[in-house]
Nanobody, 121 residues
Framework: QVQLVESGGGLVQAGGALSLSCVASGSVANMAWFRQAPGKEREFVAALPWIGRMTTYADSVKDRFIISRDNAKKAMYLQMNSLKPEDTAVYYC?????????????????WGQGTQVTVSS
């Protein structure tokens, strides 16, 4: 069983930036970020495989968010720029045992505990 530990998040004004981190306790093939706002379904944010450069972004965050990884540290990051109030949500780190780069939550095997991101207007 792989554990995912997230850090980062917090409160920021619109137009600001925040960075999230996720560290895996074991080997995985793919990692992703999802988010869930109150009363809404969990939605895809970004994904990247552990090997290769095929990043995938939701249209709503493309050109504002950057997903990256550090293989040596087994860490994944999400740099969030030009934040908007609609980005407010609990952000979750996810990982899969096989390559997927999927936008669908049910294709991921492991999940972090979530970290709150709040963007004030």
């Amino acid at each position: 069983q792989v554990q995912l530990v997230e850090s980062g998040g917090g409160l920021v004004q619109a137009g600001g930036a925040l960075s999230l981190s996720c560290v895996a306790s074991g080997s995985v093939a793919n990692m992703a970020w999802f988010r869930q706002a109150p009363g809404k379904e969990r939605e895809f944010v970004a994904a990247l495989p552990w090997i290769g450069r095929m990043t995938t972004y939701a249209d709503s965050v493309k050109d504002r968010f950057i997903i990256s990884r550090d293989n040596a540290k087994k860490a994944m990051y999400l740099q969030m720029n030009s934040l908007k109030p609609e980005d407010t949500a609990v952000y979750y780190c996810a990982a899969s045992r096989v390559y997927t780069n999927s936008r669908y939550p049910n294709e991921y095997d492991y999940w972090g505990q979530g970290t709150q991101v709040t963007v004030s207007s």
